[in-house]
């Protein structure tokens, strides 16, 4: 079929296809669970079920000493908020719990602790034991009861009149986060995962389900440009996103309490640019495969997992491997995700923001383009 010559680019012919997609959207309640529900349950779940934090931890503390001192340190490790302890006279007791994981670790108190805490030549000692199967759990064990003997030292000094200071007393101070809550950079990267499903997954269907019921072909046989199909198919979705994410921010400040130092006007641009990113690999993929289960599979493998695996979110770039750090360099949430919680923690801080926003525009306007190189206005693509 020959395509008879029209006009160029159609503001009312995109208007009219847009209205098209609209329409389409509100028709199908997947497309408004995915962009409306699916936000929030998402995070709820990394704001209240993922945690990096270890507040409460199961130690096992062996009294192998029964004197008046041993006696007191085990109450001011009962008093800590951060430790359920378990007590035991002997390490045997809690060989048990500890091998099937019921306690974190043990801190063992030997008999001749008061005897040598009494001679006063620093010699008294209590040892730690950690469950080395969870590294970062470990840590986090050997520095508390680091802490809890550094704590009960200075509280016994001080009730004898002595100083137990060292020569130089640290203060740590935290910026951008002081209350140190892992769900202050949780919930913003967390956001750059939501809006690539939205871009990416709902964007990987609407050219392949043309195909799929043959409206492709009716579309086709109009004067209808390859410019105005794409973005009749990119801007409806780019509207759901920017509502999508203003849904996110509302849940995360308001419901979360997650602080929001940067200007709205600078979200709405990375958030605008990391769109274009994902808008293109959707469009891309759903052109390509013209099916839409395996568009949306290619759309998972292609973009939601590098977003959760790749960005920076959970596991640190700098700690992958040099090969998988230079993969991560061709991954928009990797930046979208550094922008997100500089805007979030830190504020507008141009150093870190404008070059990122830069490798955003740069993705946008790669897989834009190359989704509109692939479109062929065909039916033999």
Same mark, same amino acid.
Request: glycine fraction near 8%.
């Given at each position: 079929?020959?395509?008879?010559?029209?006009?160029?680019?159609?503001?009312?012919?995109?208007?009219?296809?847009?209205?098209?997609?609209?329409?389409?959207?509100?028709?199908?309640p997947s497309s408004l669970l995915i962009a409306v529900l699916l936000p929030v349950v998402l995070l709820f779940i990394f704001g209240f079920g993922i945690s990096l934090d270890t507040n409460r931890l199961?130690?096992?503390?062996?009294?192998?000493?029964?004197?008046?001192?041993?006696?007191?340190?085990?109450?001011?490790?009962?008093?800590?908020p951060y430790i359920t302890p378990r007590f035991a006279r002997t390490r045997a007791e809690l060989a048990t719990p500890m091998a099937e994981g019921a306690l974190r670790g043990l801190i063992v108190i030997?008999?001749?602790?008061?005897?040598?805490?009494?001679?006063?030549?620093?010699?008294?000692?209590?040892?730690?034991?950690?469950?080395?199967?969870?590294?970062?759990?470990?840590?986090?064990?050997?520095?508390?009861?680091?802490?809890?003997?550094?704590?009960?030292?200075?509280?016994?000094?001080?009730?004898?009149?002595?100083?137990?200071?060292?020569?130089?007393?640290?203060?740590?101070?935290?910026?951008?986060?002081?209350?140190?809550?892992?769900?202050?950079?949780?919930?913003?990267?967390?956001?750059?995962?939501?809006?690539?499903?939205?871009?990416?997954?709902?964007?990987?269907?609407? @050219?392949?389900?043309?195909?799929?019921?043959?409206? /492709?072909?009716? $579309?086709?046989?109009?004067?209808?440009?390859? =410019?105005? !199909? +794409?973005?009749?198919?990119?801007?409806?979705?780019y509207g759901l996103g920017l509502i999508a994410m203003a849904v996110c921010v509302v849940i995360a400040v308001v419901l979360m309490h997650v602080p929001l130092r940067g200007s709205i006007a600078m979200?709405?641009?990375?958030?605008?640019?990391?769109?274009?990113?994902?808008?293109?690999?959707?469009?891309?993929?759903?052109?390509?495969?013209?099916?839409?289960?395996?568009?949306?599979?290619?759309?998972?493998?292609?973009?939601?997992?590098?977003?959760?695996?790749?960005?920076?979110?959970?596991?640190?770039?700098?700690?992958?491997?040099?090969?998988?750090?230079?993969?991560?360099?061709? @991954?928009?949430?990797?930046?979208?995700?550094?922008? /997100?919680?500089? $805007?979030?923690?830190?504020?507008?801080?141009? =150093?870190? !923001? +404008?070059?990122?926003?830069?490798?955003?525009?740069?993705?946008?306007?790669?897989?834009?383009?190359?989704?509109?190189?692939?479109?062929?206005?065909?039916?033999?693509?």
């Amino acid at each position: 079929m020959t395509r008879t010559p029209h006009e160029g680019f159609s503001l009312r012919r995109l208007r009219a296809l847009c209205i098209k997609e609209t329409k389409q959207i509100l028709r199908d309640p997947s497309s408004l669970l995915i962009a409306v529900l699916l936000p929030v349950v998402l995070l709820f779940i990394f704001g209240f079920g993922i945690s990096l934090d270890t507040n409460r931890l199961s130690l096992g503390i062996v009294l192998e000493d029964q004197g008046v001192e041993a006696q007191r340190f085990a109450a001011v490790a009962a008093g800590s908020p951060y430790i359920t302890p378990r007590f035991a006279r002997t390490r045997a007791e809690l060989a048990t719990p500890m091998a099937e994981g019921a306690l974190r670790g043990l801190i063992v108190i030997p008999p001749d602790f008061g005897a040598r805490l009494a001679a006063g030549d620093g010699s008294a000692r209590i040892q730690v034991l950690t469950d080395g199967s969870e590294p970062n759990t470990a840590n986090f064990v050997a520095s508390y009861a680091q802490g809890l003997f550094e704590s009960w030292l200075h509280a016994r000094a001080d009730a004898r009149g002595l100083s137990a200071d060292p020569p130089v007393s640290l203060e740590p101070r935290y910026w951008f986060n002081p209350s140190t809550e892992s769900r202050n950079f949780l919930i913003p990267g967390s956001i750059a995962v939501v809006m690539t499903i939205i871009g990416a997954l709902l964007t990987s269907l609407v @050219v392949a389900r043309e195909w799929e019921r043959g409206t /492709m072909e009716a $579309l086709l046989a109009t004067p209808v440009r390859r =410019a105005e !199909l +794409l973005l009749s198919k990119a801007l409806p979705y780019y509207g759901l996103g920017l509502i999508a994410m203003a849904v996110c921010v509302v849940i995360a400040v308001v419901l979360m309490h997650v602080p929001l130092r940067g200007s709205i006007a600078m979200l709405f641009v990375a958030t605008s640019l990391f769109l274009g990113s994902v808008l293109g690999i959707g469009l891309l993929l759903s052109t390509l495969t013209r099916n839409q289960f395996n568009a949306a599979l290619a759309a998972l493998n292609a973009a939601f997992l590098p977003a959760v695996m790749l960005s920076g979110l959970i596991f640190e770039i700098s700690s992958m491997p040099a090969f998988v750090q230079a993969v991560t360099l061709i @991954v928009p949430a990797r930046y979208f995700v550094t922008v /997100m919680q500089t $805007l979030f923690q830190a504020g507008d801080i141009a =150093a870190i !923001l +404008l070059p990122n926003l830069l490798f955003l525009l740069v993705s946008a306007l790669f897989w834009l383009g190359l989704t509109a190189r692939r479109t062929r206005m065909r039916l033999d693509g």
